[in-house]
């Protein structure tokens, strides 16, 4: 029947229809294939309503690189991490109460703090010296990258609340150097931002106990971007505060529009050269990634310990080539991720 | 020319007829929703069906596929929800369950009621080969209408209504039914009183969009076991709370509920008050972990804060192998080699708050199950595996953990007596700690000072017992001379809870005679020492009974099962002194023991004033009547002493050392003879009363060794009366038998000497021959 239909069709014999039946059909499979080859229109416009600066660091998000466990021990627990402008690497290896420095490619060369780092969580390098919080010991022990202790930076010193009175010993979580030369910590006893000069005198702080803008819980770290932006991980509020250079709030980002919804415990925080804002995400296990509105780009990781996986991330650096640093902590390792 | 034409039709036609049936088959594939799994993946069903109306604004978004896809593609950008006006609605979250092979997708918040939604499934979903989805796929669905559920409700509350013992730091909370106007919930309309009418003042009043819970912090913490009355003002003139719509509540909302005694509250409330963070520790619908936990070990997830970093709570730090700690819980995955993997956190708390099923409130999170029961505080608790059930976690912690612990007679048990009482009513953590202890069994602190930790000035010990710490250590005012030495490390090894097992021991001397007492048995302190027989596990006996289970045959080795408990070996000290040393087992064949005499008489049971625990000093005269001996001999024995020549006994006090030797003994300036050096209060019997017999007791002393020290000619080599076996001379055959003193010199005899006090017979009345005849070139005695 059907093979009469069609020659039914070419007895009446119009080329025309011949013409229109094999057009119909390869714009069917043009369409096919096009569907399959280009992205959807809403993903589509989502890329470029963020498109700025380069195509692959802007645009992709970055991806897993490489991963290093520590050559000489084994990391155990690592929290935090940071490098040296000149390409060296400090791991925090918490769980050894140590901190272990590599070189750029991740080979071992020696520890540092052994003996009197207690749980360190926080590093910065500034000007050839490392400088570590440890919450515990409830002090910012300095290194020369030779080894040798310098003497602290802060220790059992109480902070004076704004009525004068005392409050806890400041337990320092993490450290950022701002491009005014201050050390800003997170103190995760008196619940704030506490500012030191370089000698460790106490300058200002801010921030108290509380939910509201501008207060916190348990702040476990911080990053202070380049026009002396704060950047603070509110972790317990599962929220980053971001306040100017002094200390007042300007807003926050809660993640709640992104694909994992809210953020569940935010840690280590870094801001890229594009203003990117890498949130290291404790339970969800990954990296978020925001743009400066709060937008989420991408979420980087997922629970597991495959490469490109978690196991309870916690902080995070981005160096001047633009590597990201991760510390895997249950997976006690470090995952580099970046753009090949 | 036509041939030419028919075959190019011919092949022109079967070119056509195969693309017709290629675009055929093409369009089936489109078409059917059957899809065999070697194509693309296709969408099966959604929940709302497409097309479908009235549907609850509460239910998520549920897309089922026809196989196994890959959840990283599950993304809001592939799955795209959109209302009538084309707004997206945001994920709360969107999880695959690859069980189900369907994808959830949660709104943020409720959808809009009277508003119709279109779901769009894009082909960035792909399977798990990498295949995409064959095709977006569309449907759409219409919600409920506003008609059916036209005012806002508040639909629960915490605390609940009516419930009791309520922690004091509680934060009080309303969820309603549809979004509110976060203006309207203010100081105004959202309120509490005491049961006294007292408002409560807020430190805040919030409202979280996404959970939809207005919550009330009040400013400082509640009266303790107080009513209160918490309103959410409800009125038709809009003073009170309304919805995001302006829709009021059109009536107040009150309930109430009454405090307890603590403070306790939700300390992961953060993570509660909204189930968006549930996704903090739980996946959806699969997970590595048991309870849909989604992390590999729960320890790592509560030490994520726990470590200090997020609490002030650290329980990591104390886990560490480099802790210095001796003694561990055994918890899981601490990284700790001598902490055993046996148990999750979730084992003793439960994470989700401190209620249990009926609201009521418990401190730490604390919750266990015995394996019938669910227990929350008390000793109960810890009882739930240390109890009268081995538990079988494994083979050895029955009897490594000594059993059963459970004994509601013992005195530290009674968590009614205020002193042990605490807020989680566990009476045992007053002693041990919780997860790690820096000392073994889970205690922080050295065995005695636990003890004295109490038992001090406080005097906090059962009636009647005093100032423990003072008994052994003294005060200004009681100086301590000798005592069981329960700090010594080295020397002697006894502890407290040698003679006291802290598990066991009741509120009541032996002599009480109940029974239970103050005392366990030393060789098993799973057992109470009382004088009761018949008492379930208790070891029968009076107080000398009890001392010489350790100054027995077989002082107490450690020992640790189920069944027996001895905490330390016992140790004794050196010494060269006592007579019988410190195996007094014969004391029970001594001639104050048949006088129904016990150690307690005589000695003091933890520390005394006095050398060797002794009640009394030493007596110092002769009409002593309150010493260690004359309190009960003085009538004779005291006078005796009192004649002109005598021992050198109740004059001299405080020589011996328990250490001295002989010579150090009877050194020129040390000389001294005190009772015990006749006569051992332990080991005297009855016609037998000094440790030695005949010349023997007396050469103890007087022996040659001590040349030099005066008594040169009285005994040893050059003492011709002992020296000549013939001569059978005794030292009584000259002086007095009993030697304390005599009205003669050199406590010799009356009927030994003349008139001119020399010696006029040797042991007159003997049956030997000897007279001072015999003697004659020893003129200067035998005159």
Do not use: I, V
């Given at each position: 029947m059907l093979y009469q239909i069609i020659n039914l069709d070419i007895e009446r014999g119009t080329r025309k229809r011949i013409h229109g039946l094999i057009f119909a059909f390869i714009l069917i499979i043009i369409l096919i294939v096009g569907g399959m080859v280009f992205k959807s229109p809403l993903s589509g416009k989502k890329v470029l309503a963020n498109s700025s600066g380069s195509f692959f660091s802007d645009t992709q998000p970055p991806q897993f690189l490489y991963e290093f466990n520590g050559s000489n021990q084994k990391f155990k627990s690592p929290l935090a991490v940071t490098t040296s402008t000149e390409g060296k690497i400090f791991v925090a290896d918490t769980g050894h109460s140590q901190i272990q420095v590599l070189s750029a490619s991740g080979k071992w060369e020696k520890d540092l703090g052994r003996g009197s780092l207690s749980y360190p969580t926080g590093l910065a390098y500034f000007e050839q010296k490392l400088y570590v919080c440890d919450p515990q010991a409830q002090k910012i022990f300095v290194y020369q990258e030779n080894g040798e202790e310098l003497p602290t930076l802060l220790e059992h010193q109480k902070l004076i609340l704004k009525d004068g009175k005392p409050g806890q010993v400041i337990r320092p979580s993490n450290i950022q150097v701002s491009s005014d030369h201050l050390f800003y910590i997170t103190d995760i006893a008196n619940q704030c931002v506490v500012v030191l000069d370089q000698q460790g005198k106490i300058l200002k702080s801010f921030g108290s106990s509380g939910?509201?803008?501008?207060q916190f819980n348990y702040p476990n770290a911080l990053f202070i971007d380049k026009d002396n932006k704060i950047y603070v991980s509110d972790s317990n509020n599962a929220r980053l505060q971001i306040f100017n250079s002094e200390g007042e709030f300007l807003t926050k980002i809660t993640g709640s529009n992104g694909k994992l919804g809210a953020m569940t415990l935010p840690r280590g925080v870094a801001v890229n050269d594009q203003g990117q804002i890498y949130v290291v995400d404790v339970f969800s296990n990954s990296v978020r990634v925001y743009d400066e509105t709060g937008y989420e780009l991408w979420v980087l990781g997922g629970m597991g310990s495959n490469q490109g996986q978690f196991n309870f991330p916690n902080g995070i650096c981005i160096d001047n080539k633009g590597l990201i640093y991760i510390t895997d902590r249950e997976n006690n390792r470090i995952q580099v991720f970046g753009y090949k | 020319m036509r041939n030419n034409r028919d075959i190019n039709y011919t092949q022109k036609s079967i070119i056509l007829i195969l693309n017709f049936i290629i675009l055929a088959a093409l369009m089936v594939c489109f078409i059917t929703p059957v899809q065999a799994l070697t194509g693309n993946p296709i969408v099966t069903s959604t929940s709302p069906e497409d097309q479908k109306e009235r549907v609850d604004i509460n239910l998520p978004i549920y897309i089922t596929f026809d196989r196994d896809m890959d959840d990283s593609t599950m993304t809001g950008s592939n799955i795209v929800v959109k209302d009538s006006k084309g707004q997206s609605v945001p994920a709360r979250g969107i999880h695959y369950d690859p069980t189900s092979k369907t994808t959830v997708f949660i709104p943020q918040t409720s959808l809009k009621q009277d508003e119709s939604y279109e779901i769009t499934i894009l082909t960035g979903i792909k399977d798990t080969t990498g295949l995409p989805l064959l095709a977006n796929y569309v449907s759409s669905f219409k919600t409920t209408l506003s008609s059916d559920t036209p005012q806002p409700l508040v639909i629960d509350t915490i605390p609940k209504e009516s419930i009791s013992q309520v922690g004091t730091k509680r934060v009080v909370s309303a969820q309603f039914n549809h979004d509110m106007d976060p203006k309207s919930i203010n100081t105004a309309t959202f309120t509490m009183v005491d049961q006294n009418n007292n408002p409560v003042t807020a430190k805040s009043i919030t409202y979280d969009e996404s959970s939809r819970i207005a919550a009330f912090v009040p400013a400082s913490k509640l009266i303790t076991n107080t009513k209160y009355t918490v309103t959410i003002k409800g009125a038709p003139d809009g003073s009170g709370v309304k919805d995001s719509a302006g829709v009021n509540l059109n009536q107040n909302y009150v309930w109430a509920f009454t405090t307890g005694n603590t403070e306790f509250y939700d300390p992961h409330g953060i993570y509660m008050i909204n189930s968006n963070a549930c996704a903090t520790c739980h996946q959806t619908h699969n997970a590595l972990n048991t309870s849909l936990i989604n992390k590999t070990t729960e320890t790592a997830l509560c030490f994520t804060c726990h470590d200090g970093t997020g609490s002030n709570i650290n329980i990591s730090s104390g886990m560490l192998s480099s802790s210095n700690n001796q003694s561990f819980h055994p918890i899981m995955d601490t990284g700790n080699p001598q902490a055993k993997q046996l148990f999750q956190c979730s084992d003793c708390h439960n994470p989700h708050g401190d209620a249990d099923a009926f609201g009521n409130t418990y401190e730490k999170l604390l919750r266990v199950n015995d394996g019938t029961n669910t227990v929350y505080q008390g000793n109960e608790f810890c009882l739930a595996c240390h109890g009268k059930t081995d538990r079988k976690f494994t083979d050895t912690y029955y009897n490594n953990s000594a059993g059963d612990h459970h004994d509601s007679i013992a005195a530290h048990y009674d968590t009614t007596n205020s002193i042990l009482d605490s807020v989680t009513k566990i009476t045992c953590t007053k002693c041990h700690t919780s997860h790690s202890g820096k000392y073994t069994q889970l205690t922080d602190q050295l065995e005695e000072n636990l003890c004295l930790s109490c038992h001090n000035n406080q005097a906090n010990s059962h009636s009647g017992q005093g100032n423990i710490q003072e008994q052994f250590f003294g005060s200004s005012t009681v100086t301590i001379i000798s005592k069981h030495d329960i700090t010594s490390s080295t020397e002697g090894k006894v502890e407290c809870t040698s003679c006291h097992g802290s598990h066991t021991v009741g509120?009541?001397?032996?002599?009480?005679?109940?029974?239970?007492?103050d005392l366990s048995d030393p060789q098993n302190t799973k057992n109470v020492f009382t004088t009761v027989a018949g008492t379930p596990n208790a070891t029968i006996g009076n107080m000398t009974d009890f001392c010489l289970r350790c100054h027995g045959d077989n002082p107490p080795t450690a020992a640790r099962s189920a069944i027996q408990v001895v905490p330390f070996s016992i140790i004794f000290p050196q010494t060269t002194f006592i007579n019988s040393g410190w195996n007094k087992t014969n004391y029970q064949s001594s001639i104050h023991f048949s006088n129904g005499i016990s150690c307690n008489q005589c000695h003091e049971p933890h520390g005394s004033s006095?050398?060797?625990?002794?009640?009394r000093p030493e007596d110092n005269s002769t009409t002593s009547t309150s010493g260690e001996c004359l309190s009960c001999h003085s009538n004779d024995i005291g006078p005796s002493f009192n004649q002109t020549s005598h021992h050198p006994t109740l004059e001299i006090v405080g020589q011996h050392q328990d250490t001295e030797t002989v010579s150090s003994k009877l050194s020129t300036n040390n000389r001294h003879a005190e009772c015990v050096d006749c006569h051992d209060p332990h080991s005297v019997t009855s016609g037998a009363l000094t440790v030695k017999q005949g010349n023997d007791l007396c050469l103890d002393c007087h022996t040659q060794s001590t040349k030099g020290s005066g008594f040169t000619k009285e005994a040893g080599g050059d003492n011709l009366h002992l020296t000549k076996p013939e001569h059978n001379i005794n030292c009584s055959d000259c002086h007095v038998k009993t030697p304390h003193g005599s009205p003669n010199p050199k406590l010799l005899s009356t009927t030994s000497i003349d008139s001119n006090s020399k010696i006029v017979s040797i042991n007159s009345g003997s049956t030997n021959s000897w007279t001072k005849e015999s003697c004659g070139t020893v003129t200067e005695c035998h005159n």
């Open positions: 939910t509201a803008d501008g | 509120a009541a001397s032996l002599s009480e005679g109940k029974a239970y007492s006095n050398p060797r625990l002794q009640s």
